[in-house]
């Protein structure tokens, strides 16, 4: 039995980076970046309007039962270094049910080196989604909350989070 709390349809993370646009830009889109933060995942971008998007599970998720190809999208826009718009479906359990979803990742440059990374994700008719990436659901990790603060920790210092 899933138990749940009632999570927002809209989810709007911030974090604040001491990095240049472009390396942020590079770390979302970018495989040999995506595969050493959050849940390592190998993230394939296609960065033109209908172009692909998919993330591939690790071989240790995948001897855990996940398929792998674990999100499916389709690019929306897409304006280096600043803007990134896409649909997000997740393809396994009862997650795969719930349809598109929509990320949108936004970077503003600021003072002294530092950037504001905005990611809303838009989740309408997805509760199990909106949960997951809300990290509210036991053992199954820290959603988007945990995966922003791996990727500053990364960008930041070389180093990713333990786990």
């Known amino acids: 039995m899933t138990t749940m709390t009632e999570t927002k349809t809209t989810q709007v993370y911030q974090v604040f980076i001491r990095a240049t646009p472009e390396a942020i830009w590079d770390a979302i889109t970018k495989p040999e ?7 390592r995942g190998i993230a394939e971008f296609d ?4 172009g692909s998007y998919l993330a ?6 995948q001897a855990m039962g996940m398929p792998e190809v674990v999100v499916t999208g389709e690019v929306i826009e ?13 393809n396994w359990d009862e997650l795969k049910d719930e349809g598109p979803t929509r ?4 970077i503003t440059e600021g003072d002294a080196g530092v950037c504001k990374l905005t990611v809303t994700h838009e989740l309408e008719n997805a509760p199990l989604t909106a949960a997951q990436l809300a ?7 820290g959603g988007w909350p945990f995966v922003l603060s791996d990727l500053k920790t990364l960008l930041e210092t070389g180093e990713s989070l333990p786990g």
């Not at 970046?33 to 849940?39: D, L, V």
């Not at 591939?56 to 998720?61: C, D, G, I, L, W």
């Open 103 to 106: 990320v949108t990742f936004e």
């Open 56 to 61: 591939r599970a690790t071989p240790e998720f």
């Open 33 to 39: 970046w995506t595969q050493r933060y959050g849940y």
């Open 78 to 90: 897409a304006d280096p270094p600043r803007r990134l718009v896409h649909s997000w479906s997740f």
């Open 47 to 50: 960065l033109r309007p209908g």
């Open 135 to 141: 990290g509210e659901i036991e053992g199954a990790g």
